[in-house]
Structures are given as C-alpha cells and as structure tokens.
C-alpha cells in the first residue's frame, strides 16, 4: 500500500563530498516525476532547520547537477540541534534547539525528511526519529566508515583521486631517489589509504587500524634502497599511529560534534625516515583534494540508486532507515544499525592480506 506523502524536506550534513549533488537530483527527480512530491531544499545541513533557511527544488534546480561536486544546498559539520553552540562574551555555550527544529519541520508541512550524511549528522537524524519525524537516511562520506553498507558514495572518487596523486608521486620520487610521503584524510578509518596506496602501488602503507613499528618500515626503506629501489612511496592515513601512541591532532574545533582535526603525520614520517636513512624525503599532504570535484561514474550512479531507493522507501511509509549497498543490491537498515559502530579496515582482512602478499610493508611486521 502506497503511503502518501506530499512535501519532503532534504539536507545535507556533515563534511561535502562528490556525489552530494546526485543524490540530491535523484531524490529530488523521482519525488517530482513519479510521485508530484513537493521537495523542499534545506541549506546548510540541520543549521538550516534551525534558522529556517529552506527553498524550494523544482525540477529545472536539480537539472544538470549530476557531475558537479560539492551540494548545491550547502552543509555544516558543526550544526547539531541537541548540542546547538553559540558564543557569548568570547565563552561557548551549548544548548538543545532540538525543539526549532521539530516546530520548522511541522510548519513546513513536511511528511519526511531525507539526510544524507555520515555518522554524525545520521547520529542527529537517529534522535529525530525518536523524537517522531518521519526520516530516511542516505550515507555518504569519502571515510566509507559507516556500518550496514559496503560503500558510502564519495569514497570511490577519494579513491580515485587520491591514486591519481600518487601515480604523479611515483614519477618525481623515481626521478629523484627520494622517499615520497602521501597523506590521506581518513580520520579513523584507513580505507583511502589502503585502496589508493594497492592501487597507486604504495610500498607503506599505514592505516589506523594497524599501528606501525618505525624500525619497520625504515626496514622496508632501506631493504628497497639496497636492493637498488632508491626510491620509495608511503601512503599514510591522517589517523595512523605508532605502536603505544597516538594520531597527531592538528586542531580541536570546539563547536564541531566531531572537534578533533588530525594532521602532521606525513610531515613527522618524512622527517623521521630521512633522519634514519639518509634518503632524502618529501611530504604531499592531499587533504580537502580528496573531497572536492566531480565524482567518479560508480558514485554517481551509486547516489542515484541511493536517491530512488529513498524514495521508494517515503512512498512505501518506511521510515527511520537508511539506504545501504549489500553486494550488488540497494537495501536498507535502521538508521541505528548504521551509527552503532564505526565500519573500520579489519587487520586480517583479505585486502590487507593481499596487499602483503604484494610486498606492500604496513609496519606491524
Ligand atoms: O569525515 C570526512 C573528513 O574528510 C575526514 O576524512 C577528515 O578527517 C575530516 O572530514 C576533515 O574535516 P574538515 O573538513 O572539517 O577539515
């Protein structure tokens, strides 16, 4: 039985990535030319619920966005209803608006609220569906770390450019005999650096998940030196950490649900591995790149798929889940099946294995 649903509301929250803009074209599409659902865009993430800020998508608004990067809503990675930051007199203060939301979404008439998000803003969504509104979650995040699904879209076009970066390292570092350090985003999770450093053919590859030994991977350095390989390349996630201590914190943004800002290890590897092998070494820190520009085709269709499922599930009256990929499949899970945990590389998995078994030293062994 169709479930009917005349107005929906939709945001984007948390850090951008590409594949925002498709998934927003598709949600937006199916809602206006299979159901002639009214969808109402909001800006900037839940701040947008908050202060109101809201317009409406017809069908010319998400025409020829499929390929842009970035959202055409905008987004915010600190905008959480339940903790909502305001400074006064140069002090932060904290309190939950949770309630500005509920009456805005109410007044807005809307029947549901899609979010797409990672961990964070689905966190924030969770607590609105049990606070009654009717959501359906879509993941997206270039970190693939969210439980229940196999991919996030963003993560194959971080892949995918962060590859690319490192294709270009290798013919420097080979022109030079140096050691290239490339520094991936990936907070906890080490998926960008593991897949971009198999596929650019990284000889380290240090991910959060497997703490390194320095005698390790100098090890690796200099046993590639001396067997004529003066040149290496180490890809190395922001959230990496030496065997008992931790990743190295570059900022703490009070007002964000997630303050901690990691940065510095490239540096501090490059550093050190030039110290103990005398080989000379650069660092590339690829940050906010990994992010921006156009998606690649899987995650374009990939948002697409997500944004029609999303869909599907409103006009179904399926709500509080989130689309997830299963294999080939689309499905969907509760939205607090996806949020429970962080989806992270697991150390005996067959991709770490086979990146072994390629010679690629993860500096545990
Ligand atoms: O969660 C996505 C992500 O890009 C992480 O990989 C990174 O640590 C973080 O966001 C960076 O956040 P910001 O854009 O606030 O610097």
Not at 119 to 139: C, H, M, R, S, Y
Not at 140 to 163: Q, W
């Amino acid at each position: 039985m169709k479930h009917l649903i005349q107005k929906i509301g939709i945001l984007t929250g948390g850090g951008d990535c590409p594949g925002l803009n498709a998934a927003i074209r598709a949600v937006a599409k199916s809602a206006i030319l299979d159901h002639q659902i009214k969808v109402i865009g909001i800006k900037d993430g839940f701040q947008g619920l908050i202060e109101n800020r809201t317009r409406q998508l017809d069908y010319e608004d998400v025409s020829g966005i499929l390929s842009l990067g970035g959202t055409i809503l905008g987004t915010s990675n600190k905008a959480n209803p339940f903790k909502w930051p305001e400074i006064r007199d140069a002090r932060i203060t904290y309190s939950d608006v949770s309630e500005i939301v509920i009456n805005n979404y109410r007044e807005l008439g809307l029947d549901c609220l899609f979010c797409i998000g990672g961990d964070g803003t689905l966190t924030v969504a969770q607590k609105f569906k049990e606070k009654g509104l009717n959501i359906i979650a879509i993941p997206k995040t270039i970190d693939n770390d969210l439980s229940g699904t196999d991919r996030t879209f963003g993560f194959d076009t971080a892949v995918f450019n962060a590859t690319e970066a490192i294709d270009k390292i290798h013919t420097t570092a080979e022109s030079h005999h140096r050691v290239m350090v490339v520094e991936t985003m990936g907070r906890y999770a080490g998926w960008i650096a593991l897949h971009s450093g198999l596929a650019g053919g990284g000889d380290i590859i240090l991910i959060p998940e497997i703490p390194y030994d320095y005698d390790c991977l100098i090890a690796k350095v200099k046993e590639r030196s001396q067997k004529g390989k003066k040149y290496s390349i180490v890809v190395v996630a922001e959230g990496a950490k030496p065997k008992g201590g931790q990743a190295i914190v570059k900022k703490v943004v009070e007002t964000s649900p997630d303050p901690i800002r990691l940065g510095g290890i490239g540096l501090m590897l490059a550093e050190e591995i030039e110290r103990r092998t005398e080989l000379e070494s650069r660092v590339t820190v690829l940050g906010h790149l990994l992010r921006g520009g156009t998606p690649t085709a899987f995650d374009r269709v990939l948002a697409t798929r997500y944004g029609a499922k999303a869909i599907e599930l409103a006009t179904e009256g399926k709500f509080g889940l989130m689309v997830c990929l299963h294999g080939q499949e689309i499905a969907s899970i509760p939205i607090e099946e996806a949020i429970s945990q962080l989806k992270l590389v697991s150390p005996s998995s067959s991709l770490v294995r086979v990146a072994k078994s390629v010679g690629t030293c993860f500096g545990d062994e």
